[in-house]
């Protein structure tokens, strides 16, 4: 009897022990000193900082050698082109699909918010310029749908690529809105956290409208974009100068340093000169090999490259007789930007749309317009007779004019991501090289593939934008590859 009286007391005093732990658990467990919110300026920053020191760090490890830039001399399969391999590198999709939330966070702010109005035609115009980098870079992938997990859509549509850029809410029209919110505010609070533009507003406006002419010409294979970009040059609000560049520069110490400038000098002299823009820079007798990269270690008077892709396992290779990475990318990376447009890229947009009849101009204008601004960017001094010279004078080298735009335009833009590779893809300029042992068939790929991850957390609707893709292959073409 005692015994059952003694359990029924324990038993009444456990379960009050176990109600009284649940009660007040939130707020026992949660530390009142961890921030549940962030300021904009802050966000707004982390975003822009972010993007840029990925890609910047992407452009050297991975785009780099897509675009033939540098090649990579260990075991790099992604060299080879085998993209699902991806070593110091080559995987883009988790930091452009994070920073593109976080954007998302900063555009609802804006818009929640009467006093963090200032933000939104930044915001809009930034999440024009990450979605189309995904879309340029994997094709068709989650957008309208996506980063909406909060209200249970955990398993987002792939859209095309075509409704990404030209549909509402897509690329274009996110820009237009973006200019719109930025000249409709009449707001007193500034923009803050800006490390591009330092809160000018006018300058976004700048930004945003060179990005109008870059996508126009982008899709320009596909759409009539005439008359749109007529009306941007007409206007005459993109960036014309590299005073006004969408730019942010590197500092020599941490935490706002270019990454490979504090990397393991084992990592860093595993990409030296790629033998493609070893023969463009001498064919063009090119003062800025001297920015790109260092002569030979046994040769100080030699600038030599090694064709890409090559097997490690079968090539015996020593460094000092190939040129490493310039020393503006580690002793001197102070002086490198993370660049998301420049003034020669406008230009040399421009001269191609000239050439090609899209504006009105004359595209040789534009094109050492374009070259004078790169030089400048990179800092070089220009040349007095480069302009002139036989196989840079425009229309006189006898490679075409178009060829020598897009090849001038891939030069300027050694640090820009994976951009000289996507406009490779789109022009076919440079004329980059079968590489050394091709995991790809000998084929250059004219897509990323899509990550494994989607495979494992989105399965159903990734194996309906692979089976468009003929099995996630690299090989298949975007919808603006009219090549």
Not at 281 to 286: F, G, H, P, R, W
Not at 352 to 369: C, H, N, P, S, V
Request: charged share 20%; net charge neutral; aromatic share 12%.
């Amino acid at each position: 009897m005692k015994r059952n009286l003694y359990t029924r007391i324990l038993i009444i005093v456990l379960i009050g022990s176990l109600l009284s732990c649940t009660e007040g658990f939130k707020e026992i467990n949660t530390n009142p000193n961890a921030p549940v919110d962030v300021q904009p300026s802050l966000l707004f920053r982390k975003v822009l900082f972010d993007y840029g020191e990925q890609m910047s760090y992407e452009a050297f490890v991975a785009g780099n050698l897509l675009g033939q830039y540098f090649t990579a001399i260990d075991f790099n399969l992604f060299d080879r082109h085998s993209l699902t391999e991806p070593q110091y590198g080559g995987n883009p999709w988790p930091f452009i699909y994070t920073n593109l939330r976080d954007n998302e966070i900063l555009l609802q702010k804006s818009r929640a918010n009467p006093a963090f109005a200032v933000y939104e035609g930044p915001a809009l115009i930034i999440k024009a310029y990450m979605a189309a980098a995904l879309t340029d870079l994997y094709g068709d992938v989650p957008y309208s749908e996506a980063l909406q997990g909060k209200t249970g859509v955990i398993t987002p549509a792939y859209d095309t690529q075509e409704a990404i850029y030209t549909g509402p809410g897509g690329v274009l029209d996110n820009l237009e809105k973006g200019i719109a919110s930025i000249r409709n505010y009449k707001g007193a609070t500034p923009l803050q956290g800006d490390i591009l533009f330092n809160g000018n507003l006018t300058k976004w406006v700048l930004f945003a409208n060179s990005l109008k002419i870059k996508y126009l010409m982008r899709i320009s294979g596909k759409v009539d974009v005439k008359a749109q970009l007529q009306k941007v040059v007409e206007e005459g609000a993109y960036i014309k100068s590299n005073t006004d560049n969408a730019v942010f520069r590197f500092t020599a110490s941490q935490p706002n340093n270019f990454r490979m400038a504090t990397a393991r000098v084992g990592d860093y002299n595993l990409f030296i000169m790629s033998r493609t823009i070893e023969e463009v820079l001498s064919s063009l007798q090119d003062p800025r090999v001297k920015v790109y990269f260092r002569p030979t270690g046994s040769n100080p008077a030699v600038y030599k490259g090694l064709l890409n892709g090559p097997d490690a396992s079968k090539l015996s290779i020593t460094v000092a007789n190939y040129s490493l990475t310039g020393s503006i990318f580690r002793e001197n990376s102070d002086k490198l930007f993370a660049n998301y447009m420049t003034a020669a890229e406008t230009s040399f947009l421009l001269a191609e749309a000239a050439e090609k009849g899209l504006i009105a101009g004359a595209a040789k204008d534009w094109y050492e317009r374009g070259i004078t601004q790169a030089f400048e960017y990179w800092q070089t001094p220009l040349p007095a007779n480069y302009l002139t010279s036989e196989r840079v004078a425009y229309g006189s080298s006898g490679v075409g004019a178009l060829e020598q735009i897009l090849t001038q335009k891939w030069l300027a833009n050694l640090n820009n991501g994976y951009e000289g590779w996507i406009e490779y893809r789109r022009t076919g300029f440079p004329r980059l090289k079968t590489i050394s042992a091709s995991l790809n068939n000998g084929l250059i790929p004219i897509r990323m593939p899509y990550p494994n991850s989607e495979s494992a957390l989105n399965g159903e609707q990734f194996q309906k934008a692979a089976d468009r893709t003929q099995g996630n292959s690299v090989n298949v073409p975007v919808w603006w590859d009219v090549n």
